[in-house]
């Protein structure tokens, strides 16, 4: 499983911030795709989850009405989108990867097995 985060690491108060997560070595069927952060505090946040094979995309409640996921299946890329970034959305975004089954969370943290390297993303004023 390899997961490789790319996007526009470096935005000022308001653009768009537009990430990718490039997936290879598994079937995206059988797994749960999720998107992470980390900022300043000491825990790493969720922010959304997607299932292929359930055509299923959930939020984490600090994430709903901010955050976009939507996927290009056939380029097996995945994506983070949020219109309008402020000086707290600077932080390391990470993609994530578990298998489908074997839990009965959708998108919590522990459950992810698979990580990305992450990507930085810088906000300026």
């Known amino acids: 499983v390899q997961l490789v985060e790319s996007g526009e690491r470096r935005l000022q108060i308001g653009q768009r911030l537009r990430l990718s997560c490039g997936m290879s070595g598994f079937n995206i069927d059988d797994y749960v795709i999720g998107w992470f952060r980390q900022g300043r505090g000491p825990e790493r946040e969720g922010l959304g989850c997607f299932s292929s094979l359930e055509d299923r995309t959930e939020y984490l409640k600090s994430a709903q009405g901010r955050f976009t996921i939507t996927t290009d299946i056939p380029k097996n890329q995945i994506y983070l989108q949020m219109s309008s970034v402020t000086m707290d959305d600077a932080a390391v975004y990470y993609c994530?990867?578990?298998?489908?089954?074997?839990?009965?969370?959708?998108?919590?943290?522990?459950?992810?097995?698979?990580w990305g390297q992450g990507i930085r993303v810088f906000v300026s004023a």
């Open positions: 994530a990867a578990r298998p489908r089954t074997g839990t009965f969370h959708f998108c919590r943290k522990t459950d992810f097995q698979h």
